[in-house]
Every structure is written in C-alpha cells, then in structure tokens.
C-alpha cells in the first residue's frame, strides 16, 4: 500500500488561509469517506483535527475544516496563526481492510 | 482520564524479538466501538500504520511490511494490547504509538486518542 501523496511544504502568513492536499486512489480516499487529518508538533504524538473528511472532533477550532473530491482530500486551514505551525497527515481506509497514511506536509507560518 | 501508555521499547539487534505494550485506562477498553492500531513513525520521517484489532481480538489486519513477522493481541482483562514483533529488520526502527479508533456500523471517528510512543531501534 503506497501513501497518499501530500506537498512536501505549505506556508502562509498570519489570518491568510492555506490548504494542503491528500491524493490516493479510488481504492482509499476515492472509495471511502474514512478520511481524517492529524496535527503534529516535533517529538510530540499526533492529534486528530479532522475525521470523516469533513467532522471536526469537540476542541478542535473552526479554523480548520477538511472535504474531499474524488481521490483527493484537502485540508484548509483559515485564519492561519503561529500555533498552526505544525507536521499534518492525512489517513484514510482502504479496500484492503487497512489503513493509509499521507507522505506529510510541514506548515510554516511566515 | 483516558489515556494510552506504551512501554517494552528498546535497542534490538537484527532479527531479534521484542513485545510492545499499550495500557488503557480511563475508558472501557472492551467496548465493542474500539479498535486498536499500531502506527510507527521511523526518525525525521512520516507515519505509517502497522496493525490493527478489534474489540474481542477476533479480527486483525497487518500492513503488507509487518505481516508474518509481527502478531497484534490485547488482553480485555488486563486493558491491554500488545504487539510482538519477531524477524526484526533494521528498517522497523521507529517510535510506535498505540491508537484507539472508534468504529462504528455507520463509520469511524479517526485515530482519537494516541499514546506517548516507544522507541524500537534495530541495530547491531
């Protein structure tokens, strides 16, 4: 199973919005709405933002909200803030009954 | 609190064992919602997902990487999963986190909460 693939890099200055992308295929991310996203800072545990392509759990800021497009989904982040500055990865299910994640995007917040 | 606490890493030579632990606490660990996942994380790289369990351990799943070399289990009794990993390569150095995901008929709520990680290195 080959990660999704996520850019490298995205950075934005404070209160644009950025967004970063996860492309798979129509046997993962096209397939299912089992698409979430995850925050990491370094040499911290990774931490849910997004679940279901577009469900933000209790505690996460509206700031953040998530959709898919075929075998893309996308992550925007509106409002961007120096907090953000972050690692983000995308997962999603797959047809094999396992699960996948993206290759990661570094957020800099210029 | 609900939390997840790993344990068992350490340095290990090449083709060499090692039993991961992840103690649950603070949420019914049996419930029928709640798989289990192991997600590892080699150092300055992404993360990747290793295996998964559901509620009563009758149903697991490996990534094509691990599978045959590594067996996931979890003890309800003792709020535990566990991950043995034999045949150990070089390229399973990483952090490993257990991860719980609620899984429901209608769908699943993504990896909701996550351990602290335990560092694996295999070398000689």
């Known amino acids: 199973q080959s990660a999704l693939t996520q850019p490298a890099s995205v950075s934005g200055s404070p209160g644009q919005s950025i967004t970063i992308s996860c492309t798979g295929t129509?046997?993962?991310?096209?397939?299912?709405?089992?698409v979430s996203w995850y925050q990491q800072y370094p040499g911290k545990a990774p931490k849910l933002m997004i679940y279901?392509?577009?469900n933000r759990p209790s505690g996460v800021s509206n700031r953040f909200s998530g959709s898919k497009s075929v075998n893309t989904a996308s992550l925007t982040i509106s409002g961007l803030q120096a907090e953000d500055e972050a690692d983000y990865y995308c997962?999603?299910?797959?047809?094999?009954?396992?699960?996948?994640f993206g290759t990661g995007t570094k957020v800099t917040v210029l | 609190e609900v939390q997840l606490v790993e344990s068992g890493g350490g340095l290990v030579q090449p083709g060499g064992s090692l039993r991961l632990s992840c103690a649950a606490s603070?949420?019914?660990?049996?419930?029928?919602?709640?798989?289990i996942h192991w997600v590892r994380q080699p150092p300055g790289k992404g993360l990747v997902w290793v295996s998964r369990?559901?509620?009563?351990?009758?149903?697991?799943s490996y990534a094509d990487s691990v599978k045959g070399r590594f067996t996931i289990s979890r003890d309800n009794a003792k709020n535990t999963l566990y991950l043995q990993m034999n045949s150990l390569r070089v390229e399973d150095t990483a952090v490993y986190y257990c991860?719980?995901?609620?899984?429901?008929?209608?769908?699943?709520?993504?990896?909701?909460?996550w351990g602290q990680g335990t560092m694996v290195t295999v070398a000689s």
């Open positions: 603070g949420f019914t660990f049996s419930d029928i919602t709640y798989w």
């Open positions: 129509s046997s993962d991310v096209g397939g299912y709405n089992y």
């Open positions: 279901d392509v577009s």
């Open positions: 991860a719980r995901v609620p899984t429901t008929a209608v769908g699943t709520y993504g990896f909701d909460i």
């Open positions: 997962s999603s299910y797959t047809a094999s009954r396992t699960y996948v």
């Open positions: 369990i559901n509620s009563d351990g009758a149903h697991t």
